[in-house]
């Protein structure tokens, strides 16, 4: 039998070190026993003996260090897998980062909502069972224009539930150049294709006119579909046919026309140098029958699908049985409700709804922030100084929109700097420019300034 198998020689330091059960009676671990289930801080005591075991140079010293070292593990432990971060990408709708941080106004309306009973499925007036599908239709009627709404869980079930409903077992027609990926590697084309509809591609991949949709329709088409390119563009010998276009020749086969828009974009952001996405009260103008959008980018509200448009189509959506697969829950209605309503006031919009506060802040309020943060960073002894920078819109929305933004750079070893930051019990996540961490002050709503900075000092003044 080998030393290894007998168990540690007598001259072994890890020997000496403590068995779980004598740490776990030990008074200095009460603390932590009053705070949290005893199977828990049992596993984090394993844990820091295991570590003990397998580098006993590095082993707690005294009793104070054991404590310490084990309350650690259980802080790791006891923190949730879903936890706050502050985007200081300079990407404002960062997908990996949740997108649209939601307005105060629908923060509380979350609150309301999930601390007591609501009316999600009751008719207060009639005093009889209701339907979730009411909330927030009166609001989206009044400011896009459509007939009718549905909100369902995001826009990608949005577009299968309203082709199920209106065109499974039947052909929908799309230009190949509108087929394109979204995040996490799936594809419309393949999304498309889980509702039942047999999609036919007509076009190239950079020209498609109105003459290629009218070539393929025939007994088997069920709908058109236009899908707008939101995150990239198609610049040079291009062509396509807008909706306008579509929807007459929609109506002149009697077809639906679908028009997914994604963005959500309520209000025109042109006089803030953003141009080129639709707002969806231009969607339903312009004659989709249904129109789909998401909750959670410019439109500033959670992660919601609308469908939009035709009170006939939205009720065939509403009817369809896969509705129940992909409905929403009563705290997105409650914030989703709550965020339309800022819009009723387009000037309350702009200042509430954190999304569209930060993207059209004047860029003198931007570098004054960054100033001010650099300061008190400097003051506590960090180097760092303030550079301008090109902020982005994210969200798959303005695709090729730079936006003037400043940003504080931390001097030191870039990856180290990112790394603490991120890990940090408050993260930052910054982004690595010209050998630098930056920290661009445009995707962080001004209200986080100072947690920004605090929890910056927490990160980098502790011990690595």
């Known amino acids: 039998m080998t030393a290894s198998a007998r168990g540690p020689e007598p001259s072994d330091p890890r020997r000496a070190l403590p068995s779980v059960g004598l740490l776990l009676d030990s008074p200095e671990i009460a603390p932590l026993l009053a705070r949290a289930p005893r199977a ?23 009793n104070d260090a054991w404590a310490q070292a084990i309350d650690a593990q259980l802080a790791k432990r006891e923190r949730p897998s879903l936890r706050p971060v502050i985007n200081a990408t300079g990407v404002v709708l960062h997908t990996n980062l949740g997108r649209a941080p939601l307005a105060a106004a629908a923060l509380q309306a979350i609150l309301d909502t999930a ?3 609501c ?8 005093g009889e069972r209701g339907s979730r599908y009411v909330h927030a ?3 989206l009627r009044e ?8 909100v369902v869980n995001n826009c990608a079930s949005a577009l299968v539930l309203a082709l199920n409903s209106l065109c499974a ?3 929908a027609i799309v230009s190949r150049g509108e087929l394109i990926e979204i995040g996490g590697s799936f594809r419309v084309p393949d999304i498309m294709a889980k509702s039942g509809a047999t999609l036919v591609e007509v076009g190239t991949t950079n020209r498609t006119h109105l003459a290629d949709y009218d070539d393929v329709i025939g007994e088997s088409t069920g709908a058109i579909v236009k899908v707008h390119r939101s995150n990239f563009e198609l610049r040079g010998f291009v062509a396509e046919a807008d ?13 639906p026309l679908l028009f997914d828009f994604g963005s959500g974009l309520l209000l025109p952001l042109d006089e803030f140098g953003l141009h080129g996405e639709p707002t969806a009260r231009d969607a339903v103008r312009n004659g989709a029958t249904v129109v789909l959008m998401s909750g959670d980018k410019l439109l500033g509200g959670p992660q919601a699908g609308i469908i939009l448009g035709d009170a006939k189509a939205i009720a065939a959506c509403r009817k369809n049985p896969l509705a129940r697969a992909v409905r929403v829950d009563k705290l997105t209605l409650a914030a989703l409700e709550a965020t339309l309503a800022l819009y009723r006031d387009p000037s309350r919009a702009m200042r509430h709804i954190p999304t569209l506060a930060m993207l059209t802040s004047p860029i003198a309020t931007v570098r004054m922030r960054a100033e001010q943060v650099r300061e008190r960073l400097y003051v ?3 180097p760092c100084d303030v550079v301008e920078t090109e902020a982005s819109v994210g969200g798959g929305a303005f695709p090729t929109a730079r936006i003037p933004s400043f940003a504080v750079a931390l001097s030191g070893q870039a990856d180290e700097i990112e790394r603490r930051l991120r890990v940090g019990t408050h993260a930052v996540i910054g982004r690595i420019g010209n050998g630098r961490l930056m920290l661009d002050l445009r995707s962080v709503p001004e209200a986080y300034d100072d947690q920004l900075v605090r929890a910056v000092m927490a990160s980098l003044s502790s011990p690595a």
């Open 119 to 126: 009316n999600l499925e009751y008719d207060i007036e009639q």
């Open 137 to 139: 239709v009166s609001l």
């Open 380 to 382: 506590g002894g960090l």
């Open 143 to 150: 400011l896009t224009g459509a007939d009718d709404a549905i």
């Open 169 to 171: 077992g039947r052909e």
């Open 115 to 117: 601390s007591v009973a």
């Open 40 to 62: 828990l801080v049992t596993e984090a005591i394993r844990t820091v003996v295991d570590a003990a075991r397998i580098d006993p140079s590095a082993a707690p010293t005294d």
């Open 243 to 255: 909706v306008s276009e579509l929807s007459s020749l929609a109506r002149t086969h009697a077809l």
